[in-house]
């Protein structure tokens, strides 16, 4: 008798995990790095001149994809989720969660200027929430 109810959990169970995978690779758009309770996954990532990063929180905390503006190469375009000018308004805006991004929310930037891009997550910064791009020719 247990093993009836054991088999038959097993099996449904096996069911949808293979339903929920099937789902997952057929409607989810890949994206770049991650974002999980304490870092950006991978942490530092290579493109090329004019590629496309997406970040997307798969953390159940809020995070903020936030450059460093003395850390991107001059000529560069600055860029934070929110939208944001500069770092010091992304920086201000936080205090009333602006830039926010919550659990499956996305954030892209388009990289046009080579070089090395450091950004990092306003409110988990002291704990070593940073991350890199370089773009490459």
Known sequence: MYRRRFLGRAGA???AVGSALALSGCLADPYDVGMTATGFVPDEVTVEVGD???WENT???GHTVTAYEDAI???AEYFASGGFE???AAREAWSDFGGRLE???RFSHAFSVPGRYDYVCI???TGGMVGAVIVKE
């Open 52 to 54: 496309t990063v997406v």
């Open 73 to 75: 190469p001059e000529e």
């Open 123 to 125: 409110p988990h910064e």
């Open 103 to 105: 659990n499956g929310d």
């Open 59 to 61: 953390s159940v905390r």
């Open 13 to 15: 169970a096996g069911v």
């Open 86 to 88: 500069n770092e010091a």
